[in-house]
Each structure stands twice: as structure tokens, then as C-alpha cells.
T-cell receptor, first 112, second 112 residues
Framework: SQELEQSPQSLIVQEGKNLTINCTSS?????LYWYKQKYGEGLIFLMM?????EEKSHEKITAKLDEKKQQSSLHITASQPSHAGIYLC????????????FGTGTRLQVTL | DVKVTQSSRYLVKRTGEKVFLECVQD?????MFWYRQDPGLGLRLIYF???????EKGDIPEGYSVSREKKERFSLILESASTNQTSMYLC???????????FGPGTRLTVL
């Protein structure tokens, strides 16, 4: 079965600093999904990556999928308190998006 | 605007009770999913459904059953609740590959 490892598990950054969260898969990915979760709430979709080498950006968040499609990174530029939450990556290992495997998440705190 | 709703945000039940968690989506999606989320374990798929009256077991189906009588509604049933089923339950839906899953706000279930 597919396993996803996220690093770091938690992160505290000062407002305005940049940060990177990594997601590594034990198998080749058909698709990689990034979500954000505020404590005690549901998941909010951020971005989906499918092609090796693909990179997508939305506002100050950039996600990349490596050429071998086994690792993804999420980069936040000039972090703000609104970026605080739990970031989860979800992997599609079958090509159907019907069964996603999720990492355990990275908890981000942004201090003033 | 896309919407997945869950019947309760918080629920407290006693050991041995039969528990129903309801999920409704208004996007005419084919697929619906039930996950549970526990600290350190991430999201784990319990069951999913790819059509009305169709269901497939996820990674941890033991102790649970599901029902999908109408396309928009997917119910998770705990036949006889146990304390180890205390968790956050998240429902999601999507239209299939390669579309992202949309999540509900979650139900935090406590079994005493």
C-alpha cells in the first residue's frame, strides 16, 4: 500500500518568513493533492499536481511535484497569520482519485 | 458554491449505541467518502461509494457500515459504538478522476 511521509511534523515561523513543507511517497504518484485544515474543521483544497515537474501557485503558496513523481513540496512566501493551520498532502496511487492516501499533516504556527 | 454538509459537528454517545452520521452533497458528485482522523494517524478511509447503492471498503471498515440510497446522501453507521471509535469523522465527495475531493466540516464523535 502507498505511504506518505510529511516533514516537518510541526513548524513555527515568524510572520513574513518563508517556509517549505515536504511530502514523500513510497510509490509513484498519479496525482498529489494539497489541503489545508483549520483546527477541528474540514479540509480546504489548495492545489492538485499530476505531471512530473509540474508547479502551481496560488497567491503566496507554490506547490511542486518532482520529475519522478514521488515527492512534492509546498512553499509559502512571506507567511501571514492566516496561513496557520494543518497542511496535508493526499496521494492518488491508482489514477482514479477514488482512494486517496493522506500524510499525517504538518502543523504550522505563524507568530507575530 | 460547492457544499458538503454533515449532520452534526459534535456528538456524544454511549458504548453499545447505534450511531448514524449523515453526509449530504449538493454537487451531483458520483463518489462519496467517509474518513476518520486521529492524531498521529492522519486521515484513514473507512468506506467509499461510487454510485447509488454501491460501496467499497476502505482501509479500516471494521465496526462500520454505510448506506447510499440517494446520490446526494451517504450515511456512516456504527452498529454498536465502542470507545475506540471516538474520533473526528470527515465526509467528502468528488466527480472522479482527476478531480479533487470536497470535504465537509467534520463530526467530532465521543463514545463514553
Amino acid at each position: 500500500s502507498q505511504e506518505l511521509e510529511q516533514s516537518p511534523q510541526s513548524l513555527i515561523v515568524q510572520e513574513g518568513k518563508n517556509l517549505t513543507i515536504n511530502c514523500t511517497s513510497s510509490k509513484t504518484l498519479y496525482g498529489l493533492y494539497w489541503y489545508k485544515q483549520k483546527y477541528g474543521e474540514g479540509l480546504i483544497f489548495l492545489m492538485m499536481l499530476q505531471k512530473g515537474g509540474e508547479e502551481k501557485s496560488h497567491e503566496k503558496i507554490t506547490a511542486k511535484l518532482d520529475e519522478k513523481k514521488q515527492q512534492s513540496s509546498l512553499h509559502i512566501t512571506a507567511s501571514q497569520p492566516s496561513h496557520a493551520g494543518i497542511y496535508l498532502c493526499g496521494a492518488d496511487g491508482t489514477g482514479t482519485a477514488s482512494k486517496l492516501t493522506f500524510g499525517t499533516g504538518t502543523r504550522l504556527q505563524v507568530t507575530l | 458554491d460547492v457544499k458538503v454538509t454533515q449532520s452534526s459537528r459534535y456528538l456524544v454517545k454511549r458504548t453499545g449505541e447505534k450511531v448514524f452520521l449523515e453526509c449530504v452533497q449538493d454537487m451531483d458528485h458520483e463518489n462519496m467518502f467517509w474518513y476518520r482522523q486521529d492524531p498521529g494517524l492522519g486521515l484513514r478511509l473507512i468506506y467509499f461509494s461510487y454510485d447509488v447503492k454501491m460501496k467499497e471498503k476502505g482501509d479500516i471498515p471494521e465496526g462500520y457500515s454505510v448506506s447510499r440510497e440517494k446520490k446526494e446522501r451517504f450515511s456512516l453507521i456504527l452498529e454498536s459504538a465502542s470507545t475506540n471509535q471516538t474520533s473526528m469523522y470527515l465526509c467528502a465527495s468528488n466527480q472522479g478522476q482527476p478531480h479533487e475531493q470536497f470535504f465537509g466540516p467534520g463530526t467530532r464523535l465521543t463514545v463514553l
